[in-house]
């Protein structure tokens, strides 16, 4: 079943008399619980491509559906509405505040959501074990190692049962076996039924995915799903 459908698709920023064209006529459909991987040289359009399904920007033209939602069509009171609700962002830098322990940091997103004091914090444990850091949980980002900062990433994107976990580049500021801790988690997020789309630069670890989405100058170049040996 579709989780995300793309129709003819187009992206068009203009800057001053200039139209740049990120995207062109783009079709793409993702099934839930898949786990895709898009990759592509600077100047792809994967980081429109992620905007877009992350509701972070709206479409030129064409039609975006997210589970059951078209969000072309959405005012940016409901794409934020759809972010909270729908989607869990997990980014190279973390993005988590300084000031704020791990519990604080995991909880934001359901203070938007309205959650109350006691569910957030019951929620929030159960994520933050779920990414193997309990006994961190009162510690601030800077007593943190990278690895363990973007599990807590993970932990966070986790807490409002997001439909998809959508991860840009999430291994970047990490070394390569705390990069390959952090992907395993992402299998492991995927067995349990997660849709994960992540987009990476780094064509090993896209090549991990069952499913790779290469674009190239606004184009999906190539689409390939790898079947898994019986």
């Known amino acids: 079943m579709a989780i995300i459908q793309i129709q003819k698709i187009s992206k068009i920023y203009k800057i001053g008399t200039q139209e740049i064209h990120a995207l062109r006529e783009v079709d793409l459909q993702i099934n839930e619980g898949e786990y895709m991987t898009i ?6 359009g994967k980081s429109t491509l992620m905007q877009l399904i992350g509701c972070l920007d709206i479409p030129t033209q064409g039609k975006l559906v ?7 069509k959405s005012s940016n009171s ?5 972010r909270n609700q729908k989607i869990g962002f997990i980014f190279q830098s ?6 704020l ?9 359901m203070i938007y959501a309205q959650v109350s004091a006691k569910e957030r914090k019951k929620r929030a444990l159960e994520a933050i074990a779920s990414v193997g ?3 961190r949980s009162l510690n601030r980002p800077s007593q943190l190692s990278g690895g363990q900062c973007q599990r807590v990433a993970i932990a966070r994107a986790l807490v409002n049962h997001p439909r998809i976990l959508l991860a840009d580049e999430p291994t970047g500021a990490l070394d390569s076996k705390t990069g390959a801790d952090i992907l395993q988690l992402f299998r492991q997020l995927h067995q349990k039924g997660h849709t994960v789309v992540m987009v990476t630069h780094d064509l090993k670890i896209a090549a991990e995915a069952p499913r790779q989405i290469a674009l190239r100058d606004g184009i999906i170049e190539k689409d ?7």
């Open 101 to 109: 322990n791990v519990l604080q940091n995991v909880e934001l997103p």
């Open 39 to 44: 990759v592509g040289p600077s100047g792809s």
């Open 224 to 230: 390939t799903t790898i079947t898994p040996l019986s």
């Open 78 to 82: 409901e794409l934020s509405q759809l």
């Open 94 to 99: 973390f993005n988590l505040l300084p000031r």
């Open 66 to 72: 997210l589970d059951g939602v078209d969000i072309s």
């Open 133 to 135: 850091l309990q006994e």
